[in-house]
């Protein structure tokens, strides 16, 4: 799954400790960007200020010319009835592996020169179909899927996985992917 997640994270204290792996957490080895772009729909979050109240929300990656990812997060409101989306960009930390892949360790900004942690945790490869992110600390975590719905094994899967690792899993909203607000442009896959 190409990773587009909707992570806005701003962190002002201490900058090298937002681009940490919580404790106990392990990041997803050998990550091809060519795969990780494309249109990621958020199926589960915990809350943060960014993602409020929003549906529909999706996170679409591409490839900067730069060697970093563009990333667009949208999300609709349905009581204001409009889209929110914030334009960032991410980089892969650790230096490319030999066989040109990468750890799944990135790092993410939308504020200008303040970055936040980006980390894979889970993927499924080789086709990319889903992947569950967190932040330096376990208060953010998202998983995201190709399609709108995600089979319930397999959240199910993620969801345990997630609880093991000590994220509060009785706290993940699930977000609301309807038809109503569709904007099929923005869910439209950008890979080749």
């Given at each position: ?132 992110l967190c932040g330096p600390d376990k208060s953010y975590f998202w998983i995201l899927s190709r399609t709108p719905q995600l089979p319930y094994p397999i959240k199910q899967h993620l969801i345990a996985k997630a609880k093991e690792l000590g994220f509060a899993t009785d706290k993940l909203i699930y977000v609301t992917q309807s038809a ?13």
């Open positions: 799954m190409t990773l587009r997640n909707p992570v806005v994270v701003f962190f002002s204290v201490n900058p090298s400790s937002c681009l940490g792996v919580p404790a106990n957490v392990k990041l997803v080895p050998n990550i091809n960007a060519n795969e990780y772009r494309g249109t990621g729909y958020e199926i589960a979050r915990l809350v943060h200020s960014f993602e409020r109240g929003l549906q529909n929300v999706t996170a679409t990656y591409s490839l900067r010319e730069d060697g970093g990812i563009k990333v667009l997060n949208r999300g609709f409101n349905p009581e204001t009835k409009k889209w929110k989306q914030a334009e960032g960009k991410a980089y892969f930390i650790d230096a490319r592996h030999a066989d040109g892949t990468y750890s799944g360790k990135l790092k993410v900004s939308f504020f200008g020169p303040f970055y936040g942690a980006y980390n894979i945790i889970e993927l499924d490869k080789p086709y990319y179909n889903y992947v569950m109503e607000a569709a904007d099929y442009e923005a869910g439209r896959h950008v890979r080749h």
